[in-house]
């Protein structure tokens, strides 16, 4: 049960476009579409912000999508907004019927 | 409203036990599969344990695999950890987390992501 694999840190200037990476094996990413999102606010507990790779739950900003590619998923935040800044997680269910999260990325809005 | 509270989380020593509860309102508990993910102080997420909604399937991480147990009680609309042999690297926030799914012709389908996730119960372990 290795986490799977994100940048420890992004950044972005408002406005600007940022991609987050989550990098995992055959066994979790690239073999499931079953990657999900995270935002987590400082002393808040984690949001979801997309399911199933690329699905927005209601309520979460259209700026939010996802998308993957073989191992790798990737989280995109357009227009980015000062409220962005954040940690953000993904997660994959696996194949030994077991979830696991990356790492986790800090979001910095410069 | 979908609501989660955690409680029963406090300072043990290494060796104890603790159990956790996690009360549930605002949806049919009985429908959903419900999780517990836990972050150590300055660290990341990770996933704990799952019990499925119609089905009783139970998954752990290996990290707690034989030391801690998850159970429900759909008439209470509850969530428990068990925890036993607790060290000192179980110390962290325990969130309760419903997982995703739904429910078509009279059987409930899970999803593998948390949609609800309560405030966290902290957990630590020292002497």
């Known amino acids: 049960q290795s986490a799977l694999t994100q940048p420890a840190s992004v950044s972005g200037s408002p406005g600007q476009s940022i991609t987050i990476s989550c990098t995992g094996t055959?066994?979790?990413?690239?073999?499931?579409?079953?990657v999900s999102w995270y935002q987590q606010h400082p002393g808040k507990a984690p949001k979801l912000m997309i399911y199933e790779v690329s699905n927005r739950p209601s309520g979460v900003s259209n700026r939010f999508s996802g998308s993957k590619s073989g191992n790798t998923a990737s989280l995109t935040i357009s227009g980015l907004q000062a409220e962005d800044e954040a940690d953000y997680y993904c997660?994959?269910?696996?194949?030994?019927?077991?979830?696991?999260f990356g790492g986790g990325t800090k979001l910095t809005v410069l | 409203e979908v609501q989660l509270v955690e409680s029963g989380g406090g300072l043990v020593k290494p060796g104890e036990s603790l159990r956790l509860s996690c009360a549930a309102s605002g949806f049919t508990f009985s429908s959903y599969s419900m999780n517990w993910v836990r972050q150590a102080p300055g660290k990341g997420l990770e996933w704990v344990s799952s019990f499925s909604s119609s089905t009783s399937y139970i998954y752990y991480a290996d990290s707690v695999k034989g030391r801690f147990t998850i159970s429900r009680d759909n008439a209470k609309n509850s969530l428990y950890l068990q925890m036993y042999s607790l060290r000192a690297d179980d110390t962290a926030v325990y969130y309760c987390?419903?997982?995703?799914?739904?429910?078509?012709?009279?059987?409930?389908?899970?999803?593998?992501?948390?949609?609800?996730w309560g405030q966290g119960t902290l957990v630590t372990v020292s002497s």
């Open positions: 997660s994959s269910y696996t194949s030994s019927n077991t979830l696991v």
């Open positions: 055959s066994s979790d990413v690239g073999g499931y579409n079953y």
């Open positions: 987390a419903r997982g995703g799914g739904y429910c078509s012709g009279g059987r409930c389908y899970d999803k593998y992501y948390f949609d609800y």
